[in-house]
């Protein structure tokens, strides 16, 4: 699919092109402290707070920028945006859910997640497609980050949401990010099975009946 409308590039980078499951990106977080909903609903909302804003600044000064400097400016202004989602997340959400991630968010302004938007395609891109893009990649790696947090609390507490379950199983390997790195395998190897199948069933048939 082209990314020549909103729509188009909202869809293919929120599944068909996911930016975690096809390209890596955006590992450190789902594999160090994506172990319960809440920090991954968190990092997802900081996620989304960074890159929207940093997708328009791409399209306007992207190519006005030397490309040595892009990265370093790209990351400057995510550790910006990232403070204020920080101050956000301590005053006015949980001051427990921030200290849990504290750590991790000065490191999210380096995420791949967010250089990777340097490319020429998406320097190319007009304004309201661009942010679409940026909002189905941070869709899409909210909705990777989500399922893989909530499997992983299920396994390690018995809870989602901090809501117990009502089993007495506990699986607490599941905090260490090999478990991450398994799951997100699986999970990349269904997104591939449904492109398989999506493409098997929109293509078209060849030939008449006879």
Not at 111 to 127: A, E, G, K, V, W
């Amino acid at each position: 699919m082209k990314k020549n409308t909103p729509f188009a590039a909202f869809w293919d980078a929120f599944l068909p092109n996911n930016v975690v499951l096809l390209q890596a990106a955006g590992l450190c977080p789902i594999l160090a402290v994506g172990t319960t909903l809440q920090n991954g609903v968190a990092l997802s909302a900081c996620t989304a707070a960074v890159m929207l804003p940093l997708s328009l600044f791409v399209t306007f000064f992207g190519n006005k920028l030397a490309q040595w400097l892009r990265p370093a400016l790209y990351a400057l202004l995510a550790s910006v945006l990232l403070l204020g989602t920080a101050f956000a997340l301590h005053f006015t959400v949980s001051p427990e859910l921030y200290a849990a991630l504290y750590i991790f968010l000065p490191l999210m302004a380096v995420n791949t997640l967010f250089t990777y938007r340097t490319t020429p395609l998406h320097l190319s891109m007009p304004p309201l497609v661009s942010l679409a893009d940026a909002f189905g990649s941070a869709l899409g790696f909210a909705l990777v980050l989500c399922i893989s947090s909530a499997l992983r609390e299920m396994a390690i507490y018995g809870t989602v949401w901090n809501i117990p379950l009502g089993y007495e199983a506990r699986f607490p390997e599941a905090a260490h990010p090999f478990i991450g790195f398994l799951l997100l395998g699986f999970m990349s190897a269904a997104l591939q099975w449904f492109k398989k199948l999506l493409a098997r069933n929109t293509a078209p048939k060849g030939g008449a009946d006879l």
